[in-house]
């Protein structure tokens, strides 16, 4: 490593052309479905005043906010998440956005969590929610959206885990003490996923309840039912085409966020042992307790780069799926017809590069090799006196003599 050279700060990380191109498929995979449900996209800035942030997704959580005085002395913080400065958004421009209103948002989000492996202090979220509707069939399709997402990436499994935030207000209340609050319980309720039953009973104990009321609370919550307005929006899931197996009651599934009011859940990707890759619910008081206006609204977040992670990991995306032709200069009398080439194969819609120096055939076709080109298209001066290319193939190294006009039919098979 070279001396003073510029490092990245911990739990950012920058993207090499294959891992980015992998991500692009995916996020474009994502989209399309956002898009075939009727969600329109929009953004929201990174930053934001502290007061908007801070306060919104409980003391825990607000303690990995990234909350700084920018140079007008005005306190500032960086997107949490996209849910709460959506609410801001929802709040300014309600006049101008037809109800109910379903948006899409694709942004990078900050917290100043402890980086490890698939937790980073930035990332991307995909998020989709609908605005100004308490009708469970919004829930529902929150539910089909999402599932129907991860199918189209690819994966031949996913699990919807759902559970209604009443259900554990009305379940854990009585458990709830001055020093131990009932968000405080759903908070380490949350992280049985990630940490075992004895060191969840641990925290709550740490917390303050006694070893009898934590296990209690413990098993109280797993034998719990669903309510009949979570049994409706499931069975309305499946009328929208979910998989009934892809659905799955979870009592114990908290998500740790403050602000859910009725259903939630958690995307889980069977053979994907890092977590959940991603969750949301209902939340119909959040945009009235930040703005003063009565919006409910139910959405969903998805955890990209674990999402990017679990797609590399199971196979399902391949950086360079497309032909990509890389056209050589075999010498200066070619750069006319080369270039002539190049312009026609994308017109056509091909990914073509032109190697934009005359030097040794050789090196030529190691850089395509380099950047996965499918084809490299070499032109001597037999080829410029017959009007034919050499075309050949970098997967197989076989190569053909065929003429210029039948280029692009031979390229698009």
Known sequence: MQKNQPQLLKGFRDFLPEEKRSRDIVMRRIIEIFERFGFEPIETPTLEYKSTIMGKYGEEADKLVYAFKDNGDRDVAMRYD???????????????????FRRYQTQNVFR???????????????????????????????????????????????????????????????????????????????????????????????????????????????????????????REAEELGVDPTALEFSPTTARGLDYYTGMIFEIIIPGFTVGSVGGGGRYDNLINDLCGVEMPAVGVAFGFDRT???????????????????????????????????????????ETEVYPAVEKLGKQLKYADRKKCSFAIVIGSTERENNTVVLKDLKTGEQETIPRADVIERLLR
Do not use: H, W
Request: charged share 25%; proline share 4%.
């Open 308 to 350: 990017v992670e679990a797609a590399i990991e199971m196979g399902l995306i391949n950086g360079t799926q497309t032909k990509r032709v890389l056209v050589t200069l075999f010498d200066k009398e070619s750069e006319t017809m080369a270039l002539a080439i190049a312009s026609n194969l994308r017109k056509n819609g091909i």
């Open 82 to 100: 996209q849910t709460v400065p959506t609410a801001r958004f929802i709040a300014n421009y309600r006049d101008k956005l037809p109800f109910p």
């Open 112 to 234: 100043a969590d402890k980086p490890q492996k698939g937790r980073y202090r930035e990332f991307t979220q995909c998020d989709i929610d609908i605005f100004g509707s308490t009708s469970t069939i919004a829930d529902a399709e929150i539910l089909a959206c999402t599932y129907f997402a991860y199918k189209n990436i690819g994966f031949p499994n996913v699990v919807l885990r759902v559970n209604d935030r009443q259900i554990l207000f009305d379940t854990l209340t009585p458990f709830a003490t001055e020093k131990v609050g009932v968000f405080s319980i759903i908070q380490s309720l949350d992280k049985l996923d990630k940490m075992s039953a004895d060191d969840v009973r641990g925290e709550l104990q740490e917390k303050g309840l006694t070893e009898k009321q934590a296990t209690d609370c413990l098993e109280t919550i797993r034998c719990v039912e669903p309510s009949a307005k979570l049994e409706q929006i499931l």
